[in-house]
Structure formats: structure tokens, C-alpha cells
């Protein structure tokens, strides 16, 4: 496989100077199965095995019917898949509704009283926040009418939100929803930089936010960065002309920064001038965006992601229904960000089109201590649980035997964003779920709306450490770099042979790197307008097993996945290189026991600088600056050179097998061979038990 990814990536560019995670990945050998318990089957949605029937490829496009039948319409569909200009598939064309009387209305009409959302603030002390359906109701109208009546909002407009953890976000969302405005939610971590340069792309003059929050027990102050945002988007050539901000506590600013006089605006103080007022719903085309969400791309500049109205919610609601297994009476809490695309389509979008209840919690998972997951489970009734590999190592690192201190039921456990190892999946197993929960392991991207890759808890026996097999109606495949499709056991490229409702319409403003970088790949025919000929190539490295279930080796281009969060090795390098000293520098991704994969930062420093550590620091902050926290190196490395190819091409590959520990294989051809010997004298490094074990697996030293 190493071979294989070096020759070429997605563009067909060459890459020998590239290293993947997927090259990096251990080497799990198969599991055995584990089976669900029976009243596990006996109460789930999909049971019946003639759901798989349903979905077979000869029914497809029409099987997803079923799903869109979850939602309510106001106009129907004329035409299920229209393939007339590929790759821009068009579901449900002619149809018409809204997602936010799906999300909302309907459920406040039906129960009123029922719980959407609670509310669990950080502070233990704080109390728990339960905002039933026509609460929501209330809210999201209210806040729609500021949205159109004092700030001029219609649809096909778009604003950047960057919030954090709060019921305000999902009200602040399907307030858009509600009027037809896109909007581009922008993780609360992330910096007033990466805000600023997401607010350009989308063309936002409006920025939502809010002035701090809770983290680490700390009150954040978070409007400091929409003030850098603002600056940061006026640079990049976007004039922002409202910024609304939320308060965390009521009629009580919790920021340092002054409010710019005719700019910022407290959204408290615009909602009493809409008090009880209701904005109908407008009725949007199918195929209207809803939302952007960006996500790192192998160029620096983000991708905007657009996801559609009636595709993405029809398969939201419908992946939610059968393979979260949300009924209406479940305490659904999944512990991601609404930041990130699983917090999009897992905690807002899918849960409220079921009308089911669904958990915001706003702070860390280890705040005050790790029992504290559980112990909220534990006070809700959580019966669904949904979390990360990287939340799931912590929880088991700090706090092994706290799940059996608190008296909860988990039905059902999700695991999303990373591949989980066979011993991490057995303690989630075992102890958060007390034996007794399923776990259903989803493989899917920001790009994909949805799952893609996860078995139906109650027919798909589960394996520890594999994601299952293709999710209904998908239809999976791994390609060699030639487009053969490899044998069972050997690792590949995974695609999807066919388009599916949630996947994304487009990248924001930049089509032709859309149409390159999901499906020039393995496209024969361009002018071909059969959904056969346009394989969606998905950037993961996987293997599947003769049984059709997936393993998932991380990802084949430039982007690493830390924590389960994609970082472009070019933004990284970029950010580094904002600092005047440095020459160049390079970014790998290595082992770490807790993230999966962290990054490590290779610098050289222009002629006459000495390196040092408030060099390296420098570096690390630059990072912060232009990205986030998120995206902050392990470590900063002061390297003398690169090594480099005769064309001057800075060879990852041997940077990443240092910082890993592994044979750095071949280097007799680098235009600087002595150089490798002398970068290794710069990466002393402790490991830990579990990272050792990994790479001896994957053949270091
Ligand atoms: C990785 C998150 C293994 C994969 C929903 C993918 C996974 C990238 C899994 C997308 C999983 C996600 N097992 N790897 N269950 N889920 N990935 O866009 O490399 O933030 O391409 O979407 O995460 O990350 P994104």
C-alpha cells in the first residue's frame, strides 16, 4: 500500500514526497464478532432482514424514498436522483419543504411538552437547562424575525456562526433554516484567523457568536476572536457590517472587549423587539443549500462544504432512525461538537427530524473529573450515547473504573471520527456499556452528510476495530491506484460507486477542485451522465474482509486526523512559515496513545538565526494564531535542512518514519542523504507503553 499511495494522489500529482496516515496505520488483525443482546433486537428500528432487500442496489435511487418519507414536504419530489450534470447530483429534484418545521413545528405541534433539547452547562453547580418543542419553537421564530426584520437575512444569503456549545447554536441554525439562509457554523475552538478566512469564502457580512463560555471550568472569553475575525475577513477583501452576540448569562457581558458602536449588537437586546413574534417557514427547493461546513483540504485554502435541504436531512433522519436507533422516547446525547459535522447531522439535524431529545453539553468530558459523562448519563436517563476514539482513550486513561460507579443504561453506543483499536473498543465495550449497550463504529466524512461505513446494530454483528459493512443503499468498493478493484484483505483506496442524498453538492465557489478532488479519479468518461461512471473517491486508505466489513486506514492525501479532527498539512506548514525567521518547514503526522495521530512540526530557520526554544515556541504560537489550539504540534523541531529530493521536494516521508520511530527506508537518492542522521539527533522523545506497542507493530525500531 505504501508503494501504491506514493506514485500519485487524487489530482494524479506526484507525491513520493508525501507520507499518509494511512502508510502509518497499525496492524490490526480481525476480530471475532460480538453479538448484540436480544432486547437490544427486540426493540430496534431496522430488525427485519428484508431491509437490506429494500436497499439493494436494483432498487437504488428510489429506495431512499424511505428515508425522505421521514420528513414532512411541501411539495413532493417529481424526479428521486436527477444525474444530468454529473457530479452534481440533484436529489429529490422538484420537491419543496423546510428544515426547520421538520426539525421543530411538527414535533411542537404533535408533543408540545416534550423535551428537544436539555441543556447541561459546564458547572456541576449550574442546572440542567430543558427546552421542550414549542420552547424551541418560540425561540427559533424569534430569532428568525431578527435575522430577517432587523438585519435584512433572505435566503441564499450566508453568516458564519461561531459559537460554542449552547442551545443557542441550534436555535441560531434553524432560525436560518427557518428563512433559507445558509449558514456556516465555524468550530467555537477554532481561531479569530480561521473564522476571519472562513467568513471571506462564504461571502458572510453578518457574524454570529458569543461573548464567552465555559471550558475547563473557566469562563473563556470568546468575543475577542469575532474581533479578529472581523479584521482578518476585511483583510481578505470581506466587510462585515453586523456582529451579533450572544450573552452567556443573561443581560451580563462576560468579555473583555468593548462592543464596536454600530457593528456589535446583543442579540438579548434585538430579541425584545421581536417578542412572540412568528416567521413562517419558507418553502425551499430540494436541492437549496443549507449549510457550509468547512474542512481542510491538501491546498491551504478550506473547503466549504454545501449540503442540501431535503438530501442531507431526508439522509440524516433516516441513517438516525436505523442506525442510531433513535425512537421518540429515547435521551439521546452524543458528546461531539456542533462545530463539526457529526454535531450538525448527529445532535441537531437527525435527532430533532425524529423529535427526539436530544443533550448539549457544553464543557470538556474529563470537567471536574472523568466520572462526569457518566454522571450526567446518569441524571438524564441517557439511553444513546455517541462519542470519539479520542474522548473514549481519555475517559479510559483518566477515570478506568469510573462507569461502574454510576447507575445508568446505554442501549447503544456510537464511535465516529478515527479508527478505534480492538483494546480501546473492548473497554467502551465492557464498562461504559456494561456488557450490555452495541456499538455501532460509523465511518463517514464531513463531505459524505452522513454514515457510510457502519453495520444496523441489531443485524450486523459487530467487530471491534472495523466499521462494518457499507450502510444501506451505499455502495462500496476499494480501488488500486488504476481504478482495479482489489482483492479482499489488501488495502486500497475506498470509494462509493454511487451517489447517496447526503452527499455534499459542491465546494463552495470552487466547483472544478470539487469535481478534482472527489471524482477525476476514477471518472473514465466525463461527459457520461450514469452515476456508474462517477465514483466518489473518499481520501481514506481501507481494507475489506471477506465478510464485506471495512477497516479504515486513515487518510491517503495531505490531511491528518488528530483527535478526529482534519488538519491540512499545508495550512499547518503556512501557519508556520507566517513566522519571519523561519525557512521551511514540514508536517507529519505521528502516533499518539490519546488523539490517534498528532502532529509534529519540522522547521529549518533562514541563515545567521539560532535555533531555540522561544523559536520553537514562536512556531507553536503562529499555529494557535492562524489556526487554533486544535491544531497545536506535539512537538517543534529545529532541523539544520530538509531532506530533500533532487528536485528540491521535502521528502515527508522520512521526516514522518523519524518522528515515528520506523525505518526511513531508502534515502540514497535525496539530494542530502546526511542530512536523516542528523535530524534524528533532534527527536529525542519519550514514549509511552501504548504508542510503543503501536509502532513496533507498524515496524520501528
Ligand atoms: C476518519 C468526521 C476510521 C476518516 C465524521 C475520514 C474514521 C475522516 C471514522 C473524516 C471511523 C471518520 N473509523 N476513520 N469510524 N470516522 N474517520 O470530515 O479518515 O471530520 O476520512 O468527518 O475521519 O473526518 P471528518
Redesign the pocket.
Known amino acids: 500500500m505504501a508503494d501504491s499511495h506514493e506514485a500519485q494522489d487524487a489530482q494524479g500529482r506526484d507525491t513520493q514526497a508525501q507520507v499518509s496516515?494511512a502508510q502509518i496505520a497499525v496492524h490490526w488483525r480481525e476480530e471475532e464478532y460480538v453479538y448484540p443482546p436480544q432486547k437490544f433486537i427486540d426493540q430496534a428500528n431496522a430488525a427485519d432482514p428484508a431491509i437490506f432487500d429494500r436497499f439493494h442496489e436494483d432498487k437504488f435511487p428510489d429506495c431512499f424514498t424511505e428515508y425522505a418519507d421521514l420528513l414532512s414536504w411541501d411539495q413532493p419530489w417529481h424526479t428521486t436522483l436527477d444525474t444530468s450534470n454529473p457530479p452534481f447530483w440533484k436529489w429529490f429534484a422538484g420537491g419543496q419543504l423546510n428544515a426547520s418545521y421538520n426539525c421543530v413545528d411538527r414535533h411542537a405541534q404533535a408533543s408540545p411538552d416534550k423535551t428537544a433539547i436539555v441543556f447541561v452547562p459546564e458547572l456541576e453547580s449550574d442546572d440542567h437547562v430543558h427546552i421542550s418543542y414549542s420552547e424551541l419553537l418560540r425561540q427559533v421564530n424569534q430569532f428568525a424575525a431578527v435575522l430577517r426584520d432587523s438585519l435584512g437575512l433572505k435566503a441564499g444569503d450566508r453568516v458564519t456562526l461561531h459559537m460554542p456549545m449552547v442551545p443557542e447554536l441550534p436555535v441560531t441554525m434553524l432560525a436560518c433554516a427557518r428563512l433559507g439562509v445558509i449558514h456556516s457554523q465555524v468550530f467555537g475552538g477554532f481561531s479569530g484567523n480561521a473564522c476571519g478566512t472562513r467568513i471571506a469564502d462564504s461571502g458572510s457580512r453578518v457574524l454570529i457568536t458569543m461573548d464567552g463560555y465555559y471550558r475547563g471550568g473557566k469562563l473563556i472569553d470568546h468575543k475577542v476572536k469575532a474581533d479578529e475575525a472581523v479584521e482578518e475577513a476585511a483583510r481578505q477583501g470581506q466587510e462585515v457590517d453586523r456582529v451579533l452576540v450572544w450573552r452567556r448569562h443573561p443581560r451580563q457581558y462576560s468579555s473583555q472587549i468593548p462592543m464596536a458602536d454600530g457593528r456589535d449588537v446583543f442579540v438579548d437586546e434585538l430579541l425584545s423587539e421581536h417578542q412572540g413574534q412568528v416567521v413562517e417557514p419558507v418553502s425551499m427547493p430540494a436541492e437549496a443549500p443549507l449549510f457550509l461546513m468547512y474542512?481542510s483540504g491538501t491546498t491551504g485554502r478550506p473547503k466549504g462544504c454545501q449540503h442540501s435541504t431535503g438530501g442531507y436531512l431526508a439522509y440524516v433522519a433516516g441513517t438516525s432512525k436505523y442506525y442510531q436507533d433513535i425512537h421518540p422516547d429515547d435521551v439521546y446525547w452524543c458528546m461531539a461538537d456542533i462545530g463539526?459535522?457529526?454535531g450538525h447531522s448527529y445532535i441537531v439535524y437527525g435527532p430533532l427530524a425524529l423529535g427526539t431529545t436530544t443533550v448539549i453539553y457544553e464543557g470538556v468530558p474529563n470537567y471536574p473529573d472523568a466520572g462526569r459523562p457518566w454522571r450526567i448519563a446518569e441524571k438524564l436517563g441517557v439511553s444513546i450515547f455517541h462519542t470519539s476514539p479520542t474522548a473514549i482513550r481519555q475517559l479510559r486513561k483518566l477515570g478506568p473504573d469510573e462507569p461502574r460507579k454510576y447507575d445508568y443504561h446505554f442501549k447503544h453506543m456510537t464511535?465516529?471520527?478515527?479508527?478505534?483499536e480492538p483494546e480501546v473498543w473492548r473497554w467502551y465495550h465492557s464498562e461504559v456499556g456494561k456488557g450490555d449497550a452495541v456499538i455501532v463504529?460509523?465511518?463517514?466524512?464531513?463531505?459524505t452528510g452522513g454514515f457510510l461505513?457502519?453495520g444496523l446494530p441489531a443485524l450486523n454483528p459487530m467487530k471491534p476495530g472495523s466499521?462494518g459493512p457499507a450502510a444501506l443503499g451505499i455502495y462500496a468498493v476499494i480501488y488500486d491506484e488504476n481504478g482495479d478493484e482489489v482483492p479482499d484483505g489488501r488495502a486500497g483506496n475506498i470509494c462509493i460507486r454511487n451517489p447517496w442524498p447526503g452527499i455534499f453538492q459542491t465546494i463552495w465557489g470552487q466547483p472544478g477542485r470539487f469535481v478534482d478532488t472527489y471524482y477525476r479519479k476514477y471518472n473514465s468518461d466525463p461527459a457520461s451522465t450514469d452515476w456508474r461512471d462517477w465514483p466518489y473517491f473518499?481520501?481514506?486508505g481501507a481494507v475489506r474482509a471477506a465478510d464485506g466489513y471495512f477497516r479504515?486506514l486513515?487518510?491517503v492525501d495531505d490531511v491528518i486526523?488528530v483527535a478526529?479532527?482534519?488538519l491540512g498539512t499545508k495550512e499547518i506548514e503556512s501557519a508556520a512559515l507566517t513566522v519571519g525567521e523561519v525557512a521551511e518547514a514540514a508536517a507529519v503526522p505521528v502516533i499518539d496513545d490519546i488523539r490517534g495521530r498528532a502532529v509534529e512540526v519540522y522547521v529549518s530557520l533562514k541563515p545567521g538565526i539560532q535555533p531555540s526554544p522561544e523559536m520553537e515556541n514562536k512556531v507553536t504560537k503562529a499555529i494557535e494564531t492562524e489556526i487554533g489550539k486544535i491544531a497545536r504540534p506535539r512537538n517543534v523541531w529545529i532541523v539544520p535542512d530538509m531532506p530533500k529530493t533532487r528536485s528540491g521536494k521535502i521528502m515527508r516521508r522520512v521526516i514522518a518514519s523519524i518522528s515515528n520511530f520506523a525505518d526511513v527506508g531508502d534515502v540514497t537518492t535525496l539530494a542530502n542523504p546526511e542530512i536523516v542522521d542528523d535530524i534524528r539527533h533532534h527527536v529525542p522523545r519519550q514514549l509511552t507503553e501504548l504508542e510503543y506497542e503501536e509502532i513496533k507493530k507498524f515496524g520501528g525500531e
Do not use: F, K, L, M
Open positions: 496516515e474542512t463539526w459535522i457529526t464511535t465516529v471520527g478515527e479508527p478505534i463504529d460509523t465511518w463517514w466524512q464531513t463531505e461505513g457502519t466499521c473518499a481520501g481514506d479504515i486513515g487518510r486526523n478526529g479532527h482534519r
